[in-house]
């Protein structure tokens, strides 16, 4: 099939083309996988709630504001299906969590896989907002005004919470981050 805009598959989808809402699905899976997995660090729980928000647009595509970006709308159903998750969810113990010991002098001397994978635990880490919007910005390039629709919080506290995370991840990550 010819590759078209968003908003020409979602009026394909609305006049009964079931088959369309594929293309839709194909472009933004994986993305909203990953973007679930930041919440619920569970992969099988990030693909099960990233089905569900597809279905659930679906579902209500005829609520959809073209205003917005489809993305910036499933990604909002995404995340708050991902939050009721998590609060209905029965907390585990944590066995061991894994705690970083390096200084300065050892954290120059780690590859860039090492390197990358102390920055990804240390996002890990950080509080569930705070991992959405690092999520969403630096590994997602979306800009702040997305980012605010899909968290529903204003363009400001986007730039704070930003802000906030990359002085934790500074701390957590010894010089790693600039």
């Not at 010991?101 to 907002?129: F, G, I, K, M, S």
């Not at 005004?145 to 400001?156: F, L, Q």
């Amino acid at each position: 099939m010819k590759p078209m805009d968003e908003q020409t598959t979602i009026q394909l989808v609305l006049s009964g083309d079931d088959a369309a809402y594929g293309i839709l699905i194909e472009q933004h899976q994986w993305g909203l996988i990953r973007f679930c997995f930041t919440i619920t660090h569970d992969a099988d729980q990030a693909e099960d709630i990233a089905q569900e928000a597809f279905i659930r647009a679906y579902n209500q595509l005829s609520n959809y504001d073209p205003s917005f970006r489809f993305s910036t709308w499933l990604y909002r159903i995404a995340r708050n299906l991902a939050l009721n998750h998590i609060r209905l969810a029965t907390p585990l113990p944590l066995d061991g969590q894994l705690e970083l010991q390096a200084d300065n002098d050892h954290t120059q001397t780690l590859d860039r896989e090492a390197r990358e994978a102390q920055v990804r635990w240390a996002v890990d880490q950080l509080p569930e907002h705070y991992r959405s919007v690092i999520h969403l910005h630096y590994w997602d390039h979306q800009p702040y005004v997305a980012i605010a629709a899909v968290m529903g919080i204003p363009e400001s506290t986007v730039k704070s919470w930003l802000y906030r995370a990359r002085q934790q991840l500074k701390e957590t990550c010894h010089g790693i981050i600039n």
